[in-house]
């Protein structure tokens, strides 16, 4: 009996899915990347398109001061994320006591989370010098709570490869969630749009999970063992993720007003997007293909290196090119009011780069049991993160704290790796190879760009900016193409792309080629 049934009272009927029977794993995780990679681009689209919105209704503070606020209720929510989720993708033999303990661990997650985040207000309020920060807190602490009872058979849509009812799910709350948060901040005009908004999230989240899913999860702990055993380090590893990823908000709070948290914090997602927008969604997808190939050492190692091959090719060119276009494109995007976030900006793209490198090595670890190991290494990440804060703080500022989060990326890069990659025996040499050449376009693209066009600036037209970003386009691909053909022709997304050429442009179906 796997998978949450769609009713108690048939709890197989799971294995097939609202949408029919169920697909190849090939065909179903193929599809599944590209149904990832078009919620992650929908959602962070109307993400976007949100923050391009709000950024000129609301003031920089307005930011801050809810990244202030939300850094403390999401280090509280991490103290008890269990990971119940990720204990029921990776476990093929979950039964409907596995789904109902995970809903049941989720209520009481939520629920001691959303008391200690009001019990915290008044100390972060202290903290922070800010009594704003007491009532924005009260209420993320009724939204964590609402969170907790959302359907966990919407897990299902993963676990089953089933992405897209994911999509519908995850982008209708999003688009009800921005469209209030928009007209909120058309009436309100101050950070309680912001506020508001994400407590709009959570009903809808909770509302959607039951309309799209017939699974109704019961009251039960017998499986709790079980997920324990799994979730145990799901939960260290998060924690640390989150002191590594989230803390230095928190510390910059501690130190300045809200206008320079909202800069780091606003300039800190941009600078993030290019770069997870491609990789986030194929990682989504791979998790569950891993995991039915546990048993498979030879298939997974190969799927490793595709997916990996895939990540570099389409992520660091992203990363690298907001790196060289940041100073143009930030006033263009957010206003003129955020043009001191221009720097916070550069250095937070090439740290974007460093998670493309270790996205896919660390979903391998997780699926292949590599979850205490994963742990131990972020646990050192985020203490290395932390020592460092302070220094780099005094040594440059708030762009200090941007050049230590980009020199613990890439430490953590280098041992996420070396510890995933024991699992299925892949060289240090066979990563290398997947991504030397990505790398080294990359590294072309930037150089051509600042030979043909110089230091982009605020006042760069518009036309001139997009003739940068087309030629750096053609620059990297054809960098790319020419180092892939050099290498011999290898496998990976370069000979998928040249095959899809191959059947579809008629120059190349008259010629030969790798």
């Known amino acids: 009996m796997t998978g949450p049934p769609h009713a108690p009272e048939a709890p197989d009927v799971g294995a097939a899915g609202p949408a029919g029977g169920p697909p190849s794993l090939l065909r179903a995780v193929v599809l599944g990347s590209f149904w990832m990679v078009g919620m992650r681009w929908s959602i962070r689209g109307i993400a976007l398109v949100n923050t391009i919105v709000l950024a000129r209704i609301l003031a920089p503070s307005d930011f801050g001061l809810m990244a202030m606020a939300m850094v403390v209720a999401g280090f509280i929510e991490i103290l008890f994320e269990f990971g119940v989720n990720m204990a029921l993708i990776q476990n093929e033999r979950a039964t409907r006591e596995h789904w109902d303990t995970a809903w049941t661990l989720q209520l009481v997650q939520s629920g001691m989370a959303g008391l200690l985040i009001a019990a915290s207000a008044p100390f972060a309020a202290g903290y922070y010098d800010d009594p704003r920060v007491v009532p924005i807190l009260l209420v993320v602490a009724v939204s ?89 380090w799901v939960l260290v590893n998060q924690m640390a993720d989150y002191l590594s990823f989230k803390v230095d908000r928190f510390f910059i709070g501690g130190f300045t007003v809200p206008r320079v948290v909202g800069l780091y914090t606003v300039g800190g997602d941009l600078a993030e997007m290019p770069s997870a927008e ?87 670890g997780v699926v292949t049991g590599r979850m205490r190991a994963l742990a131990l290494v972020a646990l050192g990440r985020a203490a290395v993160f932390l020592g460092s804060l302070y220094w780099a703080y005094r040594w440059g500022g708030i762009e200090g704290v941007a050049w230590a989060k980009l020199g613990t990326g890439v430490l953590n890069a280098l041992l996420v790796n ?8 892949v060289g240090i040499g066979a990563v290398l190879a997947q991504c030397w050449r990505p790398v080294a376009a990359s590294a072309a693209m930037a150089l051509g760009l600042h030979a043909a066009f110089g230091a982009l600036t605020a006042s760069t037209a518009l036309p001139v900016l997009a003739a940068a970003v087309a030629s750096g386009g053609l620059l990297y691909g054809g960098t790319l193409l020419a180092a892939w053909l050099a290498s011999g022709a290898p496998e990976g997304i370069e000979r998928a792309l040249w095959r899809w050429c191959g059947e579809r442009l008629p120059w190349r179906t008259r010629h030969a080629g790798p």
Request: glycine share 6%.
């Open 144 to 232: 964590t709570l609402l969170g907790g009872f959302a359907n966990i058979g919407v897990v299902a849509f993963s676990r089953d490869l089933r992405f897209g009812w994911e999509y519908t799910f995850r982008v209708l709350v999003k688009v009800l969630s921005v469209a209030t948060a928009i007209v909120l901040a058309l009436v309100l005009r101050n950070y309680w749009a912001l506020v508001l908004g994400a407590l709009t999230a959570s009903v809808v989240r909770v509302a959607a999970s039951y309309a799209l899913h017939p699974y109704r999860p019961r009251l039960s702990l017998a499986a709790a063992r079980d997920i324990w055993s799994f979730s145990q």
């Open 418 to 425: 070396a510890v995933a990659i024991r699992r299925v025996e």
């Open 278 to 364: 491609i990789v986030a969604p194929l990682s989504r997808s791979l998790v569950p293909g891993f995991a039915k190939l546990q048993q498979h050492t030879e298939r997974l190692r190969r799927a490793f290196l595709n997916a990996l091959n895939a990540s570099v090719t389409l992520g660091i060119p992203a990363g690298i090119g907001l790196w060289v276009v940041a100073p143009a494109v930030v006033p263009l995007v957010l206003g003129e009011q955020w043009a001191d976030a221009v720097p916070l900006v550069r250095i937070l793209a090439l740290y974007s780069v460093t998670r493309v490198f270790f996205s896919t090595a660390l979903n391998l």
